[in-house]
Structure formats: C-alpha cells, structure tokens
T-cell receptor, first 116, second 112 residues
Framework: GAGVSQSPSNKVTEKGKDVELRCDPISGHTALYWYRQSLGQGLEFLIYFQGNSAPDKSGLPSDRFSAERTGGSVSTLTIQRTQQEDSAVYLC??????????????FGAGTRLSVL | GNSVTQMEGPVTLSEEAFLTINCTYTATGYPSLFWYVQYPGEGLQLLLKATKADDKGSNKGFEATYRKETTSFHLEKGSVQVSDSAVYFCALSDLGGTALIFGKGTTLSVSS
C-alpha cells in the first residue's frame, strides 16, 4: 500500500481481556517494527521483524505481549490479559533496510488502546 | 547505552519567530540521526535526517546539522508557521542496530 496501515485506530477494552492490533506495512518493506507511545515513557521499542522472523524482541514488556508476522507482510501484536498500564498508542513502522544509514522507518497512525 | 536527550517543552512561539529545539545524543560510533514530527491525531512523519558528521538535513524550511564534536543535532527553522504546531522527536539509529531510539519529544505551539 501507499503507507503503513494500522487497525483499529482506537480500541477500548476491559481489564483482563485479550486484544489484537494489526499492522500492514508498506509493500516491499521487509523490516517491521512495533513501538509503544505512552505519557511519561515516550516512544519505546517493542519488537522488530525481518521477514517473518523476530530477531529482536527485547522491548516486549512481559510475556503477555506477543507478535507474529505472516507472508513477510501483515503483523499482529497481541496483548493477553490486558492491564491498565497497557493503555498507550501502539505504533507500527516499516523500512526497506533494517540497519545503518538506510534504516529509514515509516510509521502508521497508530492504535490507541484504552484499558478500563 | 545509546540515548537521546531533547529540550523539554512546550515551546510556544509567535508566527514568523525563529525556532531551535535542542537535541543531544550518546552513542558509540557514528549513528544516523533523525527528526520526526507528529501532527495532532497522526503518526510520526520523517522530517529530515543526517547520516554522517557535518551532514545537514533539511526539509520544509527546517534544518539540522550533525555535530560529532558536540554530539548534537539541533532542529532550527527561521520563520515558524501556525501549521508547524506539532510534537517533534529526535532519534538515532546506530550502525548495527535496528530500533530507533527516541527522545521524549518537544511540543511546539505556534500562535498567529
């Protein structure tokens, strides 16, 4: 597609429920990233995919968080048993090259998650 | 570890004023440096970048110069507009890394 697409744009859920957030990267971009943006914490890296594999999961805050990517394209971030501290904007980005000077990441508009 | 420090906002300016948003970084080697902008209700957009020392990135009247000696990448614009009101993020990507490391963001508010 023309840009990185994320859905839903807003998600309200109850504490304890599971949620799935979707990211559709720019066509042809092999690298995909998830970040979390919350008040007081700024932008935090969560996970990086190269193709369908995730060589860097170091930012996932707990085992309630998981992500997968299929077909080298769409990615889903899943949060199980959501907690109020999970409330944030979840941003997805993609890039053509994953490292070095050509690592230019393009971001989606994000999914705003509110856990009540 | 690598880090980015930005001046805290909010920055409030009148239209046509000069803008500077300070950004300094800590990194090993020679990282690539970026400024991203986030307009209200939108995702981050790449504003400009520089990949080596003394490079100047520029876009839409904004400029930033990669200063290795002061580990800085300050954002400047000679004459701001109301439409420049947004949150600005400084970020780095080191040579072997993948994730961007962001500063906490600086909110700019421009009034007419």
């Amino acid at each position: 597609g023309a840009g990185v697409s994320q859905s839903p744009s807003n998600k309200v859920t109850e504490k304890g429920k599971d949620v799935e957030l979707r990211c559709d990267p720019i066509s042809g971009h092999t690298a995909l990233y998830w970040y979390r943006q919350s008040l007081g914490q700024g932008l935090e890296f969560l996970i990086y995919f190269q193709g369908n594999s995730a060589p860097d999961k170091s930012g996932l805050p707990s085992d309630r968080f998981s992500a997968e990517r299929t077909g080298g394209s769409v990615s889903t971030l899943t949060i199980q048993r959501t907690q109020q501290e999970d409330s944030a904007v979840y941003l997805c980005a993609s890039s053509l090259f994953a490292t070095g000077a050509k690592n230019i990441q393009y971001f989606g508009a994000g999914t705003r998650l509110s856990v009540l | 570890g690598n880090s980015v420090t930005q001046m805290e906002g909010p920055v409030t300016l009148s239209e046509e004023a000069f803008l500077t948003i300070n950004c300094t970084y800590t990194a090993t080697g020679y990282p690539s440096l970026f400024w991203y902008v986030q307009y209200p209700g939108e995702g981050l957009q790449l504003l400009l970048k520089a990949t080596k020392a003394d490079d100047k990135g520029s876009n839409k009247g904004f400029e930033a110069t990669y200063r290795k000696e002061t580990t800085s990448f300050h954002l400047e614009k000679g004459s701001v507009q109301v439409s420049d009101s947004a949150v600005y993020f400084c970020a780095l990507s080191d040579l072997g890394g993948t994730a961007l490391i962001f500063g906490k963001g600086t909110t700019l508010s421009v009034s007419s």
